[in-house]
């Protein structure tokens, strides 16, 4: 398997006293788990799932299904499970409570996987893991054999990857259930479930099954069938069900108050001041005892900011004016700094939490009675011609309603949308799938790594264009992860040991020619975040004087070179990040990447130091041997025009190539705000690029589109 094992962070318990401690966490968390709606539904869900090889499972937010339904599996005697969650922060933390709820260490009964970090041992029956790390999973474990349950939990936020795993874990059930006839062949054909003893609570380790060899799909050593579960937040499940042949639909009834929604009378400029001052009236115009605060924003950039607003007038608040708390929480957030979010407020304070949409469906946080919706989220998008992007745009109405719903969970609560009533009304009534709007270009990778060949034959629940995924196979060939014939190259074949697009691979394997390994690797991690410099609003003279010291005349990816050296050369030091406005919290995250990446290419055999020094110019065209898809040239008029779709494309304000004029630039990736802005930049000799794929520029220049 290509996991990333990092054993480190699992904690057994060395004594007596620890395992005392958790039991009696567990004890007292009994009651919360028996007061939740689910828990009238233990059986019957058990007994389905005993019954049917799929089900699907419907409930409100907050039901109660992520947390208690891999317990009541098992403690019915159902074997390993794997659970997976769209994000990383979902998993991490959905499973430290559920550790809890159990009454064991995390890492040990009940653990979690997620891309960069694995906090599991062998002992993990319940294992919690994003979307992508399962599908990972499948390269080395083709038939998911340690796993008797599969749960797909979030799956109406349809994201790419889950919708891959539909598709192949349906074709895995399919697999195993025929092996497993073979192997245990029942008189009638029916389910057989050699794990029905009753629904008593059991802590046995599996037994060990006897290992059979199958000469056609090698050892299947206990290989029975496999159990998926599809769990959904709303109430569109048909379609899981029909994909499923006609798997059952369970409703587990919800717990909701009555949410008093306001909308904005007009609309609002800037959602970022509109958020922070509305989350001020409320704080300060209603005692802190009518509950929390809970912030949607688009992402990390954006919590940040309406984060060191908050934390201004935190300081400022009149007489009498309980302290507010901001509590940021989004995907990258290390795990250290998650938990504030469940914490208990300290007395007279009040917790205002700034979420990201994972906050919509994937984790309940406890206390939240007003909720403020800026409408807006982060969308992944993909077009041809411009390449991918990372956009924010409005959300859906199913969105909105969710985000609604969290303020009225535990009383009647209130929610301010800071958008117009109108505004609304011209919401698209769900998001696209975004198997739909994204690039291809990894999951076709994995999916030729798993052994489909014919992609564009795969039971897709919703099919992606032709032109998407035949996009895909054109930039995996020009990569040369693809031959003539659409089959993985053995170059293909190492890329996808890697949990990075193909691009990233891509340039770590040509660093190893270039002798620039360490460099590549360096490089790959930094742009693993969103920001790693800060610049506050009203110190943006400061700040950019204080990072002019990193600054690379050649581009962003060795401007960020030099921030590494510099950061580890004084050792991620506290006050030298706050004196260059440095984020500290995204360079921790940086070196856990960059750690698991050593490892990774250690593994694969790569020489991890091979560092090429002050000559960096191999770095950059290592970089273009991966990104030579996202080139743009500069134009008479002084503009930057993208060289695959002719787009006109701005150098972000925050790049340090930006205002300058250089002939040809590759990017990282391109947002769009007001208009397409490329991100991380840099400079590179035109002729480069035409020499990084001649296979690419061949093609996309005739007009497919
Ligand atoms: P669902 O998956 O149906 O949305 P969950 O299983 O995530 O519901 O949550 C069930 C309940 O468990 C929540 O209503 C909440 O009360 C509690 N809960 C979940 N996670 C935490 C946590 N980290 N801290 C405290 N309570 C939690
Ligand atoms: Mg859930």
């Known amino acids: 398997m290509a996991s990333i094992v990092q054993f480190s962070d699992v904690t057994v318990p060395k004594n007596g006293k620890a395992r005392q401690d958790h039991r009696a966490l567990a004890q007292r968390l009994r009651p919360q788990r028996e007061s939740l709606p689910i828990f009238t539904a233990r059986s019957a869900i058990v007994q389905q799932v005993r019954q049917h090889p799929t089900v699907i499972v419907v409930g409100e937010t907050g039901s109660g299904k992520t947390t208690q339904i891999p317990q009541y599996l098992l403690e019915s005697g159902f074997g390993t499970i794997a659970i997976t969650q769209p994000r990383r922060v979902a998993a991490t933390s959905i499973a430290k409570r559920v550790a809890e709820e159990v009454g064991t260490p995390l890492g040990g009964r009940v653990g979690y996987t997620i891309r960069f970090e694995d906090c599991s041992s062998d002992k993990t029956q319940l294992r919690f893991c994003t979307d992508g790390l399962l599908l990972r999973e499948i390269l080395s474990d083709p038939l998911l054999r340690r796993y008797e349950v599969v749960v797909l939990d979030e799956a109406h936020e349809r994201t790419l990857r889950t919708d891959i795993l539909l598709g192949m874990l349906k074709d895995i059930q399919r697999e195993r259930k025929r092996v497993s006839e073979l192997h245990h062949p029942s008189v009638d054909g029916a389910c057989r479930d050699h794990r029905s003893h009753g629904t008593h609570v059991t802590f046995d380790e599996p037994e060990e099954a006897v290992p059979v060899v199958d000469s056609v799909h090698g050892d299947v050593t206990g290989v029975g069938e496999l159990k998926i579960i599809v769990m959904s937040a709303t109430l569109d499940a048909e379609r899981f069900s029909e994909y499923f042949d006609s798997a059952p639909i369970l409703y587990v009834a919800g717990r909701q108050f009555p949410v008093t929604t306001y909308y904005t009378t007009t609309p609002q400029a800037d959602y970022l001041d509109s958020a922070h001052l509305t989350a001020l009236q409320i704080h300060t115009e209603t005692p802190s005892t009518s509950g929390d605060i809970l912030v949607f924003l688009s992402g990390q950039e954006d919590i940040e900011n309406v984060e060191r607003l908050l934390r201004d007038s935190a300081a400022s608040l009149p007489a009498g004016v309980p302290a507010l708390l901001p509590c940021p929480i989004f995907a990258a957030l290390p795990q250290s700094q998650q938990s504030l979010v469940f914490d208990k407020a300290p007395e007279f304070t009040r917790k205002i939490i700034l ?351």
């Not at 040991?497 to 991690?525: H, M, N, W």
């Not at 975040?529 to 009203?538: E, K, Q």
């Not at 990072?547 to 050296?565: A, I, K, P």
């Not at 080139?631 to 930057?640: K, M, T």
Request: include cysteine; proline fraction near 4%.
């Open 355 to 705: 979420a990201t949409n994972i906050a919509e469906t994937s984790l309940t946080i406890p206390g939240i009675r007003h909720v403020i919706d800026s409408g807006v989220c982060k969308v992944r998008g993909f077009d041809p011609r411009v390449g991918e992007s990372l956009l924010v745009e409005p959300i859906s109405k199913s969105s909105a309603r969710q985000r609604t719903g969290r303020a009225g969970r535990e009383a009647a609560g209130f929610c301010y949308r800071l958008y117009t009533e109108a505004d609304f009304a011209q919401l698209a009534e769900d998001s696209v799938p975004e198997i739909k709007r994204c690039q291809l270009s990894m999951v076709v990778l994995q999916l030729k790594a798993a052994g489909v060949a014919d992609v564009m034959g795969f039971d897709f629940m919703d099919r992606p264009s032709k032109k998407a995924l035949k996009h895909a196979l054109l930039e995996l060939y020009a990569l040369d992860a693809l031959d003539d014939r659409g089959e993985l190259t053995a170059l293909g074949r190492w890329m996808s040991e890697f949990p990075l697009e193909p691009s990233y691979s891509k340039v770590i394997y040509a660093s190893q020619q270039s002798g620039c390994t360490r460099e590549a690797i360096d490089i790959v991690s930094l742009l693993s975040v969103d920001s790693l410099f800060y610049v506050p609003a009203d110190k943006r003279d400061e700040s950019n004087a204080a990072q002019s010291v990193f600054r690379s005349s050649e581009g962003d990816h060795l401007t960020y070179l030099n921030l590494m050296r510099a950061f580890n050369k004084v050792k991620g030091d506290r006050e030298w990040c706050q004196e260059h406005f440095v984020n500290r919290r995204n360079m921790k995250h940086v070196m856990d990447v960059r750690l698991q990446l050593n490892r990774l290419c250690a593994r694969l055999g790569l020489d991890t130091e091979r560092s090429c020094g002050t000559d960096l110019d191999g770095v950059l065209r290592c970089f273009l041997s991966g990104f030579f898809h996202n080139c743009a040239l500069l134009q008479p008029d002084g503009s930057y025009r993208s060289l695959s779709g002719s787009q006109t494309v701005f150098v972000h304000p925050g790049s340090s190539l930006f205002g300058k004029k250089v002939p040809a630039v590759f990017y990282d990736q391109l947002v769009f705000t007001n208009k397409l802005h490329a991100r991380a930049v840099s400079a590179v000799d035109p002729l480069w690029i035409a020499q990084a794929s001649p296979k690419l520029y061949g093609r996309l220049n005739t007009p497919t589109a």
